[in-house]
């Protein structure tokens, strides 16, 4: 971090990934972050979802698509309007590039693209226990 600190035009661009199994997976992040002091302002973080909703369902850590929304979204609704509650993840999202529904739907497997229609079939939030890992028109019509 020094030697790009150094330069006055030596900027990176970081990736790191939120899975939505946890409600405080933001939180160790930005705590992570914090104490090794990897935030700079010569440094943007780049924080990827990948879709993998069936795989934890699959495996019983997630009950259902909603609570994956939830535990991506609530925490930064919650910072948002508490930042001095979470001071570290206050400190890490002035960091981050993009809006995290931006590199949500920027996640692998997009390879194929649903339908509207199919994707209006399709159960919403809390009622989604089932596979495939829903569609980004899905995602995009439940935020």
């Known amino acids: 971090m020094a030697d ?23 939180n160790k992040l930005a705590k992570w972050a914090v104490k090794h002091q990897v935030y700079s302002d010569n440094v943007r973080w780049l924080v990827q979802m990948p879709r993998l909703f069936d795989v934890y369902h699959s495996k019983k850590q997630l009950s259902n698509f909603q609570e994956m929304l939830e535990n991506i979204f609530l925490p930064l609704f919650e910072v948002t309007i508490h930042p001095g509650k979470h001071p570290e993840l206050h400190l890490f999202l002035q960091h981050v590039l993009l809006s995290v529904l931006t590199v949500w739907m920027m996640s692998p497997s997009q390879s194929s693209i649903s339908s509207t229609l199919t994707a209006r079939c399709r159960p919403a939030g809390r009622m989604r226990t089932i596979r495939p890992t829903p569609t980004t028109s899905t995602i995009c019509m439940q935020t």
């Open 4 to 26: 790009l600190e150094e330069s006055k035009y030596q900027n990176v661009e970081l990736r790191l990934s939120v899975y939505g199994r946890s409600r405080d997976e933001w």
